[in-house]
């Protein structure tokens, strides 16, 4: 089955800088990759996903890229503020009518004012 | 909004006992998964259904069932609770099938934490 690993686990960066996750995927057939943040003691909530058709994906102050060949994605957020600290998780899935999403293990994302 | 309600937000339960977690979503959503949530560890997925009366095992399935006796409800059981069963349950819904409007989004109701003693 999917395994998805994420690094780091943990990272801090001052306010204002960028802040980047990397993910890696093991199944050829995961066709979209979603990323969830999860603020202390909330539900987990979808914030950008990338399809395998597409190399990059913006919103705003997040981005995503995609790399099929070599199995990994990346979440890049610019000009961080302290409301951006939370738990990030990637996730990997094929469309199957099943729709399975697997995820990762998290990292969690501190932003220093 | 789509809403996920979880039934309980905090259970004490002790070794052995019989658990039910519930989970109903309002959105006639046709998958709906379990989850548990522990640190360092992500969302592991225990069971999903994605279609009434119908499951898959997920990666984490020992210890557990579940029912989906209608398209809303899906119910996760622990047959005798163990403590290593300690942790937090996060139930999740979303549409089947992909499309450019069905982004395949999980909304998750707002977990049911659960300690065994």
């Known amino acids: 089955g999917e395994n998805v690993e994420q690094h780091p686990s943990t990272l801090s960066v001052q306010e204002g800088d960028s802040a980047v996750i990397k993910c890696t995927y093991s199944?050829?057939?995961?066709?979209?990759f979603p990323w969830y943040k999860q603020e202390l003691g909330k539900r987990p909530q979808l914030i950008i996903d990338?399809?395998?058709?597409?190399g990059e994906k913006k919103d705003q102050r997040i981005a995503v890229t995609l790399n099929k060949t070599a199995k990994h994605f990346s979440l890049h957020i610019t000009e961080t503020q302290p409301e951006d600290s939370a738990v990030y998780f990637c996730a990997a899935s094929s469309f199957t009518s099943y729709d399975k999403v697997i995820f990762g293990p998290g990292t969690s994302l501190s932003v220093i004012p | 909004d789509v809403k996920v309600t979880q039934s309980s937000r905090y259970l004490v339960k002790r070794t052995g006992e019989k658990v039910f977690l519930e989970c109903v979503q309002d959105?006639?959503?046709?998958?709906m998964f379990w989850y548990r949530q522990d640190p360092g560890l992500g969302l592991r997925l225990i069971y999903f259904s994605y279609d009434v009366k119908m499951k898959e095992k997920g990666d984490i399935p020992e210890g557990y069932s579940v029912s989906r006796e209608k398209k809303e409800r899906f119910s996760l059981i622990l047959e005798s609770a163990s403590t290593n069963q300690t942790s937090m349950y996060l139930c999740a819904s979303s549409l089947s099938g992909t499309s450019e409007t069905n982004t395949g989004e999980l909304f998750f109701g707002e977990g049911s934490r659960l300690t065994v003693l």
């Open positions: 990338i399809r395998s058709n597409v």
């Open positions: 199944d050829s057939a995961s066709n979209y």
């Open positions: 959105m006639d959503h046709e998958n």
